[in-house]
C-alpha cells in the first residue's frame, strides 16, 4: 500500500502565492528618505537617497547620520569630520561638505526660511568668490598641451580664491557661510521663543500675585514648564559651542575647504603633462576612479576654459572624487591641525556664542522671577493660614469658655435643695443676678485668654 504524495498535501489551496520584487526591492527601499541638495552656487535639487549613499557621498559613518533620524531624539549637535560637518541645531538638521549642503527635513514649514536665507547666502557667496574672466582666457590660450598644469595651478588659486573677494577683502569658505546660516537660524529661533516667553511671563505673574486662582496657578504651571524646556535647549547649544571653542581640533576638522586645497596640492605635484599620476593599491577601485576622474576631470577643464567658466566650479566638481581616497587621514589630519590657524573660525563661533549665552541670562533672569513670585506665593499663603489658625484658636477659646458656662447651667438643671431654688428665702431676683454673673464671668474669661495669647506672640 503506498503512502501519500507530496502534491496531496496543497497548503495554499484558495490562496494566491506571494510575489516578491527580484534583487531585493524591498530591502533596498527601506530607509530612503528626500535630501535637499544646494551645490556651491545656490542651486537647489531634492533627491532621495539611503543612509548607505550619503554615507559613501560624504565619508561620514552610521553613528553620525543617527544625530539627524528624526525618529530618535538626539541633543543639539554640531561635528566636524575629515569630509563633512554633521548640524543637528532644533530643525536645522544638515550635513555640510565643501561644495554642497543636505539638509534632511526640507518639507517642514520652519524650515522653509532657513533654506531661502541659506540659499541666498550661498549665491551671494558664490559670486564674491568668482574668478574674473580673464584668468579664464589667459588659461584657454595655453591650449591643449598644458590642461593637466592648467588644472592643477588653476584649482590651486581658486581654493584660495575662495577665501577673498574679487576686490581682495576677505570672505569666508563655503562651509562656514552655511554653518553661519545654520547657527544664526537655529540662536534666532530660541532666541525668538524665550522672547515669546517673556511676554507671556510677565503679565500670568502679575495676575497671579493680585488673585490667587485656580486658572492663574494652571497659566504659571505651563509657563514654567515650557521654560525648563527652553532652557535646556539653550544651555544644549550653548555648551555645544563652548566645547568647540575649548578645542581647536575640532575647529581644525571643519576647515574643509583647506584639506581640499591641501589634496589638490598634493595630487598636482604628481602629476605629468597629460595626466593626473596618483599612486594606487592594485585591488582598490575606488582610488583607481578617482585617477580616472582626474584625466576626465583634465578635458573638462580645457573646455570650460573656452567657455569661460572658473576654476573655482571645476575644484568643487573635483572635491567628490578626492575625498574618497580617505586612507591615511589621520596623518593629514594632525597636519592640518599643526598648520591651521582656527581664529577665524574661533570668532564666527564666540559672535553666536555671546548671543546664544544671552539668551540664557534672559531666560536665567526669567526663572529668578518666576521663583521670586513662587516665594511671594508661598508667604501669602502662608499669611492666610496663619490667620486660619488664629481664628481656629479663638474659636476654641470660645468653646472652652461656653463648656464652663453650660457646666454652670447644668448644676442648676440638678434635682437638688438649695436656697437658691426656694422662692421665699431667695426668689427671682437672686437667681438672675446668678445668671448675669456666669455670664460676665465666661466673657472675663475669654478676653483674658485672648489678651495673653496675643501679648505672649508680641514677646516672642
Known amino acids: 500500500m503506498r503512502g501519500p504524495r507530496p502534491e496531496d498535501f496543497d497548503t495554499n489551496a484558495g490562496h494566491p502565492t506571494p510575489t516578491f520584487p527580484a534583487g531585493g526591492s524591498r530591502k533596498k527601499g527601506m530607509g530612503v528618505r528626500t535630501w535637499l541638495v544646494l551645490c556651491s552656487s545656490g542651486k537647489e535639487q531634492a533627491t532621495e537617497a539611503g543612509k548607505h549613499t550619503?554615507?559613501?557621498?560624504?565619508?561620514?559613518?552610521?553613528?553620525?547620520?543617527?544625530?539627524?533620524?528624526?525618529?530618535l531624539s538626539y541633543p543639539s549637535t554640531v561635528l566636524g569630520r575629515e569630509r563633512a560637518i554633521v548640524i543637528n541645531l532644533e530643525h536645522i538638521k544638515a550635513i555640510i561638505t565643501g561644495q554642497e549642503?543636505?539638509?534632511?527635513?526640507?518639507?517642514?514649514?520652519?524650515?522653509?526660511?532657513?533654506?531661502?536665507?541659506?540659499?541666498?547666502?550661498?549665491?551671494?557667496?558664490?559670486?564674491?568668490?568668482?574668478?574674473?574672466?580673464?584668468?579664464?582666457?589667459?588659461?584657454?590660450?595655453?591650449?591643449?598641451?598644458?590642461?593637466?598644469?592648467?588644472?592643477?595651478?588653476e584649482a590651486k588659486k581658486g581654493a584660495k580664491q575662495s577665501l577673498g573677494n574679487q576686490d581682495g577683502s576677505k570672505v569666508l569658505p563655503f562651509e562656514f557661510v552655511a554653518l553661519e546660516a545654520c547657527l544664526e537660524a537655529a540662536i534666532t529661533s530660541l532666541e525668538s521663543e524665550a522672547v515669546r516667553l517673556e511676554l507671556e511671563a510677565h503679565p500670568a505673574l502679575d495676575k497671579l500675585t493680585i488673585k490667587i486662582s485656580t486658572l492663574n496657578l494652571e497659566r504659571v504651571r505651563q509657563i514654567k514648564s515650557r521654560l525648563v524646556a527652553i532652557t535646556g535647549r539653550v544651555q544644549k547649544v550653548r555648551d555645544e559651542l563652548e566645547k568647540l571653542l575649548n578645542d581647536d581640533e575640532d575647529m581644525a576638522e571643519m576647515y574643509l575647504t583647506d584639506k581640499l586645497?591641501?589634496?589638490?596640492?598634493?595630487?598636482?605635484?604628481?602629476?605629468?603633462?597629460?595626466?593626473?599620476?596618483?599612486?594606487?593599491?592594485?585591488?582598490?577601485?575606488?582610488?583607481?576612479?578617482?585617477?580616472?576622474?582626474?584625466?576626465?576631470?583634465?578635458?573638462?577643464?580645457?573646455?570650460?576654459?573656452h567657455r569661460g567658466s572658473d576654476a573655482h566650479n571645476l575644484l568643487m566638481r573635483a572635491h567628490s572624487a578626492l575625498s574618497r581616497n580617505s586612507r591615511g587621514t589621520s596623518s593629514?589630519?594632525?597636519?592640518?591641525?599643526?598648520?591651521?590657524?582656527?581664529?577665524?573660525?574661533?570668532?564666527?563661533?564666540?559672535?553666536?556664542?555671546?548671543?546664544?549665552?544671552?539668551?540664557?541670562?534672559?531666560?536665567?533672569?526669567?526663572?529668578?522671577?518666576?521663583?521670586?513670585?513662587?516665594?511671594?506665593?508661598?508667604?501669602?499663603?502662608?499669611?492666610?493660614?496663619?490667620?486660619?489658625?488664629?481664628?481656629?484658636?479663638?474659636?476654641?477659646?470660645?468653646?472652652?469658655?461656653?463648656s464652663l458656662f453650660i457646666a454652670v447651667a447644668g448644676v442648676f438643671g440638678m434635682n437638688i435643695n438649695i436656697e437658691l431654688f426656694n422662692d421665699e428665702v431667695a426668689g427671682p431676683g437672686k437667681f438672675m443676678w446668678t445668671v448675669v454673673g456666669g455670664t460676665a464671668g465666661s466673657l472675663f474669661l475669654y478676653f483674658g485668654a485672648i489678651g495673653w495669647y496675643k501679648h505672649s506672640r508680641l514677646l516672642e
Open 54 to 71: 550619503i554615507m559613501r557621498r560624504t565619508g561620514l559613518p552610521a553613528r553620525d547620520l543617527r544625530i539627524l533620524d528624526p525618529l
Open 261 to 305: 586645497a591641501q589634496k589638490l596640492e598634493n595630487s598636482s605635484a604628481s602629476s605629468t603633462s597629460d595626466t593626473v599620476v596618483v599612486d594606487l593599491p592594485e585591488g582598490d577601485e575606488d582610488d583607481r576612479h578617482v585617477a580616472d576622474y582626474f584625466e576626465h576631470a583634465t578635458l573638462v577643464s580645457s573646455e570650460s576654459c
Open 332 to 402: 593629514t589630519r594632525s597636519g592640518m591641525t599643526n598648520k591651521l590657524n582656527v581664529q577665524e573660525l574661533e570668532m564666527l563661533l564666540e559672535a553666536y556664542f555671546v548671543q546664544i549665552d544671552g539668551t540664557l541670562n534672559k531666560l536665567s533672569t526669567l526663572t529668578e522671577y518666576v521663583d521670586d513670585t513662587e516665594d511671594y506665593i508661598n508667604i501669602m499663603l502662608d499669611d492666610k493660614q496663619n490667620n486660619l489658625l488664629q481664628m481656629g484658636v479663638m474659636l476654641t477659646t470660645a468653646g472652652l469658655v461656653m
Open 101 to 153: 549642503v543636505l539638509i534632511l527635513n526640507s518639507k517642514d514649514p520652519s524650515v522653509a526660511p532657513f533654506i531661502e536665507e541659506l540659499q541666498r547666502r550661498i549665491r551671494c557667496h558664490h559670486h564674491a568668490t568668482k574668478p574674473q574672466e580673464g584668468v579664464n582666457t589667459e588659461g584657454a590660450a595655453q591650449g591643449e598641451a598644458g590642461t593637466s598644469q592648467l588644472f592643477g595651478e
